[in-house]
DNA sequence: GGTCATGGCTAACGGCGTTAGCTAAGATGC
DNA sequence: GCATCTTAGCTAACGCCGTTAGCCATGACC
């Protein structure tokens, strides 16, 4: 277990309060609303200040992602613990994770992993679970991964009808997948 | 079958000209490189003259994105008519599409559906091959195209790791979801 | 106590979407 | 055939955005 931030030596204090409150403001109010001057605003100073903390507002972006990434492996790991072997579990403790940050989510999933600046061993630790789930096997890991991260974007960006029933939709795939 | 833009008759032909121009913008050089300044310049025109066409510029994209939903559902369509009832036949369409047109595809499938500016129909037209194939059974279809979005959505943003083998994840996949 | 790094600041640049207001050209009505 | 109105372009400008340059106070270190 870590200390849950994964930033502690890696970032400054002050570059943890910074993305702390880019975390709030993007969670709050989207990606819109998390803008180099709201988020100096937030803090108390001026945007060009953030600049001696971070590169640009990717380099803070990156940050969040890597929290993400952190955070859900952390979920995943609980539900493994709490009930090895059950994918109904592994499926229901990523799409709630999910679903409880879908800002967050979706700026960590909608472009390319910045792999260079991950911690090291970050990105195989978010997949270890669910591979375990499927006995080893990489393609029914993967293909599990997909349905789950489909139906998770397809609900945040309300692509389903209004009327879905999105709950049988996980059990179908589920048992599809993991019979 | 229809004219292949869906937009003759609901838009003028100079809102034609920008949408194309625009589309061209963002499959050559992606979502950045598509502003009203770079717009109109391709146009020949300057960009407060895009705004005697369309009110902003989500109306530009909107268009886009039904062009994007017009053209994947006439490639399911051609795969279901070739193949009747072959589910890996459509996979192999989606995929191809989608990958083929990525940007367009992420920029018609990362935010909410525009229902109200959609062609009646046209979402349920999209949906109708995968029903077909999941032989009616909502739940299935639901849960396929969530493994479908997922895999496209995926790579696309190069989330799996570099050495992953993506065709045997999406035969694994579509062997559990439809044995 | 002088030196230097830290972390603020202001001013400004270029690019973005967008608005206001002007105008040339063509269609329309009598 | 002329007046009128609509169309579709234009320039200028506004308020945002990320970002850079350059200045300055504070406090640590030898």
Redesign the interface.
């Known amino acids: 277990m870590t200390d849950g931030t994964g930033a502690t030596g890696r970032l400054t204090a002050r570059a943890r309060e910074i993305v702390a409150a880019a975390r709030d403001l993007l969670e709050e109010s989207g990606p819109a609303a998390l803008t180099m001057r709201t988020l100096a605003d937030r803090l108390g100073i001026k945007a060009p200040s953030l600049y001696k903390h971070f590169p640009d507002k990717h380099a803070v972006e990156v940050e969040l992602a890597a929290q993400m990434l952190e955070e859900s492996a952390e979920a995943l790991e609980t539900a493994a613990t709490r009930t090895p072997g059950s994918l109904e579990e592994l499926a229901r403790a990523y799409r709630t994770y999910a679903l409880s940050h879908p800002h967050l989510y979706?700026l960590a999933?909608?472009?390319?992993?910045p792999r260079a600046s991950l911690p090291a061993g970050l990105?195989d630790r978010a997949a270890l679970p669910l591979l375990r789930a499927c006995g080893g096997?990489?393609?029914?890991a993967?293909?599990?991964?997909?349905?789950?991260?489909?139906?998770v974007?397809?609900e945040i960006?309300?692509?389903?009808?209004e009327d879905?029933?999105?709950d049988?939709?996980?059990?179908?795939?589920l048992r599809?997948?993991h019979?």
């Open positions: 979706c999933t909608e472009r390319p992993l990105e096997d990489l393609d029914l993967r293909a599990t991964w997909a349905f789950a991260h489909g139906m974007v397809l960006h309300g692509r389903f009808p879905a029933d999105l049988a939709a996980w059990k179908r795939g599809a997948l019979p």
